[in-house]
């Protein structure tokens, strides 16, 4: 986030005026504190400048309920996850809340920094005026608030009356109002409110745009077309825009863009960057639930461009030349932008990078293909740099007209690029089999390793793998011999590849076999580990109840009931003698990560010890299973 100049800041950000349904007490008191929070700002942006992105007067906060105490909700130097500190109600309060930016912290954590800054900011406010009490959050801390659907840093910040401001306060005061008005009026049909754009990316100016997402769920739509529900509430939550504008006196800045769930995931499944990047940097204001599992999936790598999807995105740039040549100047202008722009980004997708914005489109492609892959020469670079820089020019009217030499030019150079993007394609192809080649064989000897291992077969060099696998698996009928065969197809084609020899016909060859082969593998460990697993359980019945002990090297998991949806598992020390000591809660994700990574030895001895821990855990009437 760009923190403007102090010359270019207000000097005085605290409009009474604009603070509506002021009681005359509260308001002649926000005169008398107006020379003090003008101080309090100017000291804390002397100290820390580049941090602060805003600083806005609270409210004044209520009593709890029958009691003389009220909780602080935030408190400079609380760890999180701590209980708010109670303290006295102070009627001349001056509550202010200071908003960081933490997106550079380098030097220390972020609780680190919060902590540092709110204790020297709140002693500020103090020297000040011992009523002023400051309150530090950081701007990671709000933004996982709203990952996390608690909202109430959102709704004290609407409530705010700003101070000082680099944009940010005002985005989530008119944001917030915005947003109760719609969901107050249709919010059965909201799937999720979402501030998006610079302001989130961390790259707004004082004049940038307010850019919010709402999706609109039009799955059970009976009494009119999506495309007629979209338009009508599109219009009304427009005009809500403009009405919150004027109620906050942030005006013309919210952009707002309304999508219907069923358009939204179709564009989810066609790649296409806009929602990647609303996905990727969105901040949720309100979500039902639907969009941070999308965001996570995407974070994950499981939200993927189809390849029919990369399909069309490299066959666009063609049909796209053949209609700019038939159309005028400025629309041509346009054509040409996304003629090379959309191969562009489908040639990222192609490489395994998900879909850039426009903005970041060249540099991207400069650092992955120029620089690191060295597939493309810097001179294309300077054609999509340059056409991305004319549309600038021409949408923000720094430029008026195209000449007709400069369309010739922008045409030409679009049809070389797209002619080079075209062998770049070729290419990434060639790159991409070369490395599925290595890949494929690599997961392929790792996965045969540790099927010897279990067969105990250990520490084995890469050249004896084949003969090991031939002698311990195949000759012993434990794997049938037809994988052999497409083992040695996948080894022989490592060969080849280190050779230079490897064909295209190779390539489809291992392709074909090598995910039947990792699939059979995989399986086979799988049951070989159950079977092991089961060596190490004791099953009990206790009451109507049925339980289990896993043991798992030195630590015992514990499963109190079976049946049970949400199971209870703890976990014990397993001590020389075989009982249980130091039992502390576990999880059934804590357990499943220790089946996956513990080596079970091949015999598993219960010691007389553990059938006093049984009784402990399950009760006296506790029964042992056998062959369960």
């Known amino acids: 986030m760009e923190t403007p100049h102090k010359e270019d800041t207000p000097q005085d950000m605290l409009d009474i ?47 709890m309920m029958g009691q003389g105490m009220q909780p602080t909700l935030m408190q400079p130097g609380l760890a999180p996850g701590m209980p708010p500190i109670q303290q006295p109600e102070n009627k001349d309060e001056i509550p202010v809340l200071v908003l960081v930016d933490d997106t550079d912290s380098q030097k220390m954590t972020k609780f680190e920094l919060k902590s540092k800054l709110g204790q020297i900011i709140l002693k500020i406010g103090k020297d000040i005026d011992p009523n002023i009490n400051a309150e530090v959050i950081i701007l990671s801390e709000l933004w996982q608030s709203c990952y996390d659907a608690k909202y ?102 919210l952009n707002i863009q309304v999508y219907i769930l069923t358009e939204f995931w179709d564009n989810i499944k066609e790649a296409n960057p806009i929602i990647f990047t609303f996905l990727r940097d969105g901040i949720p204001l309100y979500d039902r639930g639907i969009f941070m599992p999308w965001k996570q999936l995407l974070k994950m790598g499981r939200v993927k461009p189809s390849p029919e999807a990369i399909d069309i995105f490299m066959q666009s740039g063609d049909q796209l030349i053949n209609t700019v040549k038939f159309k005028l100047k400025s629309i041509g202008m346009e054509d040409t932008f996304y003629a090379i722009l959309t191969p ?25 293909f120029v620089k690191k892959e060295k597939l493309l020469e810097e001179e294309y670079i300077k054609i999509l740099e340059k056409n991305i820089q004319i549309r600038k020019d021409i949408e923000h009217g720094t430029k008026k007209e195209l000449t007709g030499k400069e369309v010739d030019e922008l045409l030409d ?15 990434i192809d060639k790159l991409k089999e070369e490395e599925n080649i290595v890949r494929t064989y690599d997961n392929l000897i790792t996965v045969i390793r540790d099927i010897l291992k279990m067969e105990g077969v250990d520490k ?9 696998f031939e002698k311990e698996l195949i000759d012993s009928g434990k794997i049938p011999h037809k994988y052999l065969k497409m083992v040695t197809d ?50 009990v019945k206790h009451g109507k109840l049925y339980g289990e002990v896993i043991m798992l090297g030195s630590i015992a998991y514990i499963i109190h009931d079976l ?49 006093q821990n049984l009784k402990e855990i399950f009760g006296k009437d506790v029964e042992v299973l056998l062959n369960n």
């Open 152 to 253: 109430d840093y959102l709704q004290l910040i609407a409530a705010g009356a700003p101070v000082y401001d680099t944009g940010m306060l005002s985005a989530i005061k008119i944001s917030e109002l915005h947003k109760q008005m719609v969901l107050k009026k249709f919010e059965k049909y909201i799937v999720c409110y979402v501030l998006a754009g610079s302001l989130v990316q961390g790259k707004a100016t004082k004049d940038s745009d307010i850019d919010v997402f709402l999706v609109i769920d039009d799955t059970d739509v009976k009494k009119m077309t999506r495309v007629e529900l979209k338009d009508k509430l599109r219009a009304i939550i427009i005009g809500m825009g403009i009405e919150a504008g004027e109620m906050t006196g942030i005006k013309n800045k």
């Open 17 to 63: 005026s604009k603070i509506p349904n002021l009681p005359k007490d509260v308001k002649d008191k926000l005169e008398n504190i107006k020379t003090k929070l003008e101080t309090f700002r100017k000291e804390v942006l002397e100290k820390f400048d580049k941090y602060i992105m805003g600083m806005t007067l609270l409210p004044p906060r209520k009593p």
């Open 490 to 539: 996948i080894v022989k084609a490592r060969k080849d590849y280190d050779d230079g020899k490897l064909s295209k016909t190779d390539i489809d060859k291992v392709h074909k076999s090598s995910q039947d082969t990792h699939k059979f593998l995989m399986e086979f460990i799988q049951r070989k580990r159950g079977k092991e697993i089961e060596k190490a359980k004791i099953r």
């Open 344 to 368: 562009s980004q489908a040639a990222l997708m192609l490489y395994g990078v998900p879909p850039p914005t426009p903005k970041e489109t060249p540099e991207l492609m400069r650092e992955v």
């Open 563 to 611: 049946d049970a949806e949400d199971k209870q598992i703890s976990k014990a020390e397993i001590t020389a003698d075989g009982t249980l000591k130091n039992f502390a809660s576990s999880s059934q994700e804590e357990l499943e990560k220790a089946l996956a990574e513990t080596d079970i030895p091949s015999k598993v001895f219960i010691k007389q010890g553990i059938f």
């Open 460 to 468: 084995v060099k890469e050249a004896d793998v084949m003969k090991h």
């Open 413 to 427: 150079g679009a049809q070389d690029y797209l002619k080079r993007i075209q062998k770049l394609f070729k290419q």
